[in-house]
T-cell receptor, first 113, second 111 residues
């Protein structure tokens, strides 16, 4: 069974701090996605990374796909209370059905004003 | 633009009761799926469908049935609910670019 390990599981920081969330696996994925989920809602896609070594930026969020396509990181610069939520990484297997993503257990981020 | 709509949002069942969670999408997506989300377990795939008339099992299919008679609808049936099925259930559909659109979730409690 392929697993995606996310760390840390919980993160509580002050507004303005920087943080990095990690998503690691021993398996190779054809692509990896990051979602954010707010309480009472479904996950919403933030980004998809496809190429090994790829870096994508979304305002203060920077996403990186590892060279070997086994891991990814999400870095948030100058976190704001609006960044609070559950961050999920999800990997797509080679040869798997396009929608059958494997999700990590998530990182619950709390940004205090 | 409704996206993915799930009903009901909340449901309480007794052990052994049956029920159906409804899911509808208005984006003409071929692929639809059901996940359950449990604390410390993340999102786990229950069943999925790559098009009308086609369904398949995911990681945790036991105790659940699905059907896909139309492109729009993908109901999830619990035939005999068990406390282990207490969870939050999410329906999702897949856009061509590989993005999953999720519903708002259905919180189910089985007593």
């Amino acid at each position: 069974t392929q697993l995606l390990e996310q760390s840390p599981q919980f993160l509580s920081i002050q507004e303005g701090e920087n943080l990095t969330v990690y998503c690691n696996s021993s398996s190779v994925f054809s692509s990896l996605q990051w979602y954010r989920q707010e309480p009472g809602e479904g996950p919403v896609l933030l980004v998809t990374v496809v190429t090994g070594g790829e870096v994508k930026k979304l305002k203060r969020l920077t996403f990186q796909f590892g060279d070997a396509r086994k891991d990814s990181s999400l870095h948030i610069t100058a976190a704001q209370p609006g960044d609070t939520g559950l961050y999920l990484c999800a990997g797509l297997n080679y040869g798997g059905s396009q929608g059958n993503l494997i999700f990590g257990k998530g990182t619950k981020l709390s940004v205090k004003p | 633009n409704a996206g993915v709509t799930q009903t009901p949002k909340f449901q309480v069942l007794k052990t052994g009761q049956s029920m159906t969670l409804q899911c509808a999408q208005d984006m003409n997506h071929e692929y639809m799926s059901w996940y359950r989300q449990d604390p410390g377990m993340g999102l786990r795939l229950i069943h999925y469908s790559v098009g009308a008339g086609i369904t398949d099992q995911g990681e945790v299919p036991n105790g659940y049935n699905v059907s896909r008679s139309t492109t729009e609808d993908f109901p999830l049936r619990l035939l005999s609910a068990a406390p282990s099925q207490t969870s939050v259930y999410f329906c999702a559909s897949l856009a061509l670019e590989g993005r999953l659109f999720f519903g708002e979730g259905s919180r189910l409690t089985v007593l």
